[in-house]
């Protein structure tokens, strides 16, 4: 039973990241796994909301969105629904959560981050792509704050972790890493998995929508969830060295 | 270092299952961990949405929410300020799906169940409890549906599995179960389980909002909430064969 | 003609009202009018809103709601529907009204009192019922105040009147108190009735969708209802005095 | 004590009603109660909303509107804030209700009458001034029905009644027929009594938001608006009859 | 080829402003081109909002809006679907724009005035009319607020130019000045004209959405349109010097 | 006085039309003026609108937005505000006004058209960028529908004139063709031309928010316009036929 791109199961698609793909943004990263391509934006304000004010602490949240022809067929804006839907939200906390868990907020001092997801090209994955390119827009604006004299602690104490994430999920029986969209909707076990650089779990959430899953599926799942997120690591490395 | 209530790590709040709570819905319970109160109600109608048309196959949606002093205290109502919170939809999206897994839909026939989770008290946990009670209010709504002669196939077919769910959560290291509101604000991680009678994951989210976590704690974690679950088999079991 | 549970024409259901029923307001009372199940709780906060601040004066505003499925059929979410609907809206105008009438609000001091009457259970009188219940909320809510030395005067000052609240109506050209369901979609004429312990009058509000009314009719629904004020101021009376 | 006015206490203002102020809808009239200036139109369309076809009984629904600097200050557009208040909802409630009590609903057959009372100009009684007027904008509608043969009865039967509104209130002791703003926002108790032609009572709703009432107080206002309802209901009879 | 009133190509409806035809504003206009009524009025607050605060600099904002029948058949309100539209959203920058141009802002001072046009009834040309009104009406605003001794220069400083404006369009080849709806909808080119007192354009929005235009038919439109501005401005001076 | 990228004042910035940017759409072009970068799709769905059906009409609609950091600053998203902004709504309908006015929708039968154009980066002249680009996306798309042999006429037929757009403006009092965002901000006239590929006018919007103008500035800015609009249509023509 071969991938529909002919991966190994344990393969991950071509993984691009590709910084200052905006000029604006203070972090701005094109991600691309495959065909799934998402722009992340890091902006950078001065100041935390008022709830955070002389905490000495910083703030980070995320929005993450779909262009309406990101996918196969149209979706409405939401904008013009009126309302942000629930698998958006999910999306948006998912990423703000998991880069708040990797920034030491100390460090960072009282300034915001806003990290905007937005989807140009939808093919799976899309919500751990964009943990992927947001944890490097947000490195770059990280070093940016730092260059105008506002950072509390050196860059390297606000990134005191790396993060990246990937999708695992279970068809027709076989575990699989970072499911395409044709592989994602025939999914029995789907399972996104976020790890830091060194391995750790950030969050890990496993649905099975059309099956349920034992113990021995979802340790092959973490495994080959684990496995993906450290060669994630090490391209986001790559990146920010380059 | 003891508990709030000085339950071993591993011992569920005292939990119950009041059937037929309110007299209106098909289903209705009021499910109780400790002083976590919700009230989850299965409303039955023939048809289902226009999508789905002709497929022979039923429907089930869940809609969670808090009254606004649930809490120590008062969140705006949704209603007033015109939009469901991202939190909101998260869960309800759970819920639902959790729900949907574990039911035949072919064997429901056309139907549409409506669950709905009110959290008259919270007290931690509102979302474990809200699918271990909705899935006692389904199956007395799906008994309901079969004395119309309405079912296309037969009761426990529809309900061929039963659902529960727990939360789990490290604090100050120690793997605990069935956190409530004050070990809730405190864990370092904290993570949902999603069982199956038959002990079968249907759903896993952790989450390490303080902090990271490895293998052996997600391990510990799992261990704990798979026994949870199968307890609270037991507790649907009885009350559902009152 | 005999009435669908054979009260006297002028006799109320069973009332009931059961405090602290749930933990965390600082006022919360369960109210029964038979089958009619509203959950009353009052929330304190310190301090007033910004339009009248520095008057010395306290604030009380009410939110009314029901649950979906505490009616015979389901309602949909107003917070999905992403607005608050009409007959929601002016039954919590009435609410606040009728408590703020009620009360010494120089004697509350800048306190606000937040008054939420949320519907379990709808069988009829749903808004007589809340506002009977939220006056023994607000009773305990000035003591929780009084208790934590913030009220500018004596409790026995601030809860200077009593108020309650019951439907009347007429059916088949008989008047009749404290309508159920059943009755209140086949009433001619409907009318709520809010009085004070000592039997004035806070608010009269008779429609006659079905029909119109004259002076005897409306005379006869006025001596039904300021009896059943009175009833209920005793039981008010009691319930505070337990 | 004397009115701002120099009325009586049981004199109505100025009443002036102008049939069809503006040229487009089936039935248009400016209503002025002194300085009160409402505009009420009558837009008829063929059929009924579907939750009504096949019943044979025709529809009304009322939309009641402030422009924004109707009054002393100006208040931001409901279309801008993005909802409609509780206080517009409560009178555009009140305004339909009162409408269709005096409709023969299958005398109009399955026609559907939507009323707008839009507040050009506000000093007091805005929705008695709507009641009032909308009456006649309704009985111009029902006669262009008429006129092109679509009304299932007679005109005279869809009209069985007619209906008018006024204001009474206390003020410093003494009931006053038909407050203006400036004697509104002073009175102890405030009551909208609504009748119809031959003196019946439509509604009747008493607020005493200052102080509470007694039923001498009660019998008083109800007296001045029966008085004051029939000389509106002569003022539109003698404008129907222009 | 002749008009529907039998104008001549190049012939304005007749215009009429009425001053103080609201008594609560500023600035009251009722502005008729031909059947075509609008409600304009000027309300004067002290200050400008937040971020324009220390500036020294007025501010001004307008609001368009139609009746729900001004127009042949009844459009639903903005209020109750939640939103305002596009058109609506367009109109009222046009309007706001068109009068700021014309206002020496640093003359007005820290006061804001806001606009708003209603319109009565529609018969094409509504926001034209909507300017040309308004423009009035920000005068009388103007000089109130001198007379209040709040003017941060003299009234005739900050009303340095006048503007009107007008419709113009091709039909049937034909250009015409100032159309009706009846023309407006068959128009296969339709222009506004916004104008200052002494023949500056302000604004040019030409559209084509039935057909394109060349720049000899451009420049006829133009024509019309600045003779068209020329006779409402010294209507506007008549009006003003009453 | 030199212009920030030291043009001519009658040349263009670089223009590139890029199609095919996604896979996913009908039509898809990424367009770019300078740095200004728009994605502009065009999704085709067989059928049209409700109140068209049967008309043989085809239709066409466009959606245009920015994302939160295509500018130098962080936008809040429409979605998240609930609603679309005056200035979205009004370039959403000039898109698809112009887009009209270019299509024989009698040719292109009963399919409806979706235009999305979202800026990925801004700096100036983006909705007539946006234009430009979407004609490119529309042309794509028909040719679909034609190679689906879902098309009433040949494609040239429907596509029977070429549209595209250019923004120009004065700028210390010397006219500019395509100005980029630091001209934008301080032009004191600012017009866009939308011109089809033989020179006709579709649409034009001149406006002069920081001062007015007179017919010889109108006259050279339509010159301008008109030149940059000829220029356009030769790229747009290379495009289409590589």
């Known amino acids: 039973m071969s991938r529909p791109d002919d991966r190994a199961p344990d393969q991950l698609r071509p993984v691009s990241l590709t910084r200052n793909w905006t000029t604006h943004p203070e972090g701005s990263v094109l991600v691309e796994f495959g065909q799934t391509r998402v722009l992340c934006t890091a902006s950078v304000t001065e100041g935390v909301p ?99 004299k506002k950072l509390a602690g050196r860059p390297e104490q606000v990134l005191h972790r790396s993060v990246a994430a990937v999708s695992v999920g279970v068809i027709g029986g076989q575990p699989r890493l970072d499911l395409c969209y044709e592989e994602d909707v025939v999914a029995d076990v789907d399972m996104n998995v976020v790890c830091t650089g060194t391995g750790d779990f950030v969050e890990v959430q496993g649905t099975g929508e059309q099956d349920v899953f034992d113990r021995a599926q979802l340790n092959a799942l973490l495994d080959l969830g684990v496995a993906g997120c450290a060669e994630l690591a090490k391209i986001q490395q790559l990146a920010l060295s380059a």
Chains 1, 2, 3, 4, 5, 6 share one sequence.
Not at 105 to 114: C, H, P, R, T
């Open 50 to 148: 008022r709830w955070r004010k002389g905490s000495g602490l910083g703030w980070l949240t995320a929005e993450y969105s779909m262009l309406p022809r990101a996918t196969t067929t149209r979706n409405d804006r939401e904008s013009v629904r009126g309302k942000v839907g629930g698998r958006t939200h999910e999306i948006s906390r998912l990423i703000g959560r998991s880069l708040r868990t990797c920034l030491d907020l100390k460090a960072l001092g009282e300034n915001s981050i806003v990290i905007d997801c937005d989807v140009l090209q939808a093919d799976g994955g899309t919500r751990t792509a964009a943990i992927t390119g947001a944890f490097v827009a947000v490195a770059d604006a990280v070093h940016w704050i730092a260059a105008q």
